[in-house]
C-alpha cells in the first residue's frame, strides 16, 4: 500500500466521519427543539386545566433543568421558552 493511497483512504474516512458527525449533532439538535415545544404545549394544557379547575395560572414553571414563563389572558395561555413560545 503506498502512502498516497493510505492519505486518500484517510481522507475519505475524515470526511465520511465529518458528515456523520455533523449530521448527529443536527438530529440532535432538533430532537431538544421537538422535546422543548412538546414540553410547551403540555405546560400549557396544564394552566388551562387549572384555569378551568378555578385554580390560578402559574408565572413560571420548571422542568428538566429549563424555565418556561406562563401568562394566562382569560382563556389564552402563552408559554414561553428557551427555543420559542407556544400559545394556546
Same mark, same amino acid.
Given at each position: 500500500?503506498?502512502? @498516497? ?7 475519505? +474516512?475524515?470526511? @465520511? ?16 427543539? @421537538? ?16 384555569? +378551568? ?28 421558552? @428557551? ?6
Amino acid at each position: 500500500m503506498s502512502l @498516497i493511497t493510505l492519505l486518500v483512504a484517510l481522507s475519505l +474516512f475524515s470526511g @465520511i466521519f465529518l458528515a456523520i458527525n455533523q449530521w448527529v449533532n443536527v438530529q440532535r439538535q432538533t430532537a431538544n427543539e @421537538i422535546y422543548q415545544r412538546y414540553q410547551a404545549i403540555q405546560i400549557a394544557e396544564n394552566q388551562q386545566q387549572r384555569q +378551568f379547575l378555578g385554580l390560578s395560572c402559574e408565572t413560571e414553571v420548571k422542568q428538566n433543568q429549563l424555565t418556561f414563563s406562563v401568562s394566562c389572558l382569560g382563556e389564552r395561555v402563552k408559554v414561553r421558552y @428557551i427555543l420559542g413560545e407556544i400559545g394556546l
